[in-house]
Nanobody
Framework: QLRLVESGGGLVQPGGSLRISCAVS????????IGWFRQAPGKERDRIAC????????VYADSVKGRFTISTDNAKKTVYLQMISLKPDDTAVYYC?????????????YGQGTQVTVSS
């Protein structure tokens, strides 16, 4: 059974950096695209980045393009989201989820989320 577990969230000052992780188990990463989502209080959950693991293709939301980078360590079966130049608006619970084959299919197996707070 596919299982995703996020980690690495925390408190960071505006302008700072943070890397969060999504550990994947139960199925081959090559079959899936892994997306990062975030949900701020009172707002909908939005996809902000995705990587198609079979060819490394990436997709980013405009709000994070140029600041966030998604990557995969196949040996560790872990997908990372490197975040720089963080802003208070980036404060949210961050989730990862898997979609079969590409970033535009329906996502499944959301993790429990990791809180990222950007504040001075």
């Amino acid at each position: 059974q596919l299982r995703l577990v996020e980690s690495g969230g925390g408190l960071v000052q505006p302008g700072g950096s943070l890397r969060i992780s999504c550990a994947v188990s139960g199925y081959s990463l090559d079959y899936y695209a892994i997306g990062w989502f975030r949900q701020a209080p009172g707002k909908e959950r939005d996809r902000i980045a995705c990587i198609k693991n079979s060819n490394g293709e990436t997709v980013y939301a405009d709000s994070v393009k140029g600041r966030f980078t998604i990557s995969t360590d196949n040996a560790k079966k872990t997908v990372y989201l490197q975040m720089i130049s963080l802003k208070p608006d980036d404060t949210a619970v961050y989730y990862c989820a898997a979609a079969p084959r590409n970033c535009y299919r329906e996502y499944e197996s959301y993790g429990q989320g990791t809180q990222v707070t950007v504040s001075s």
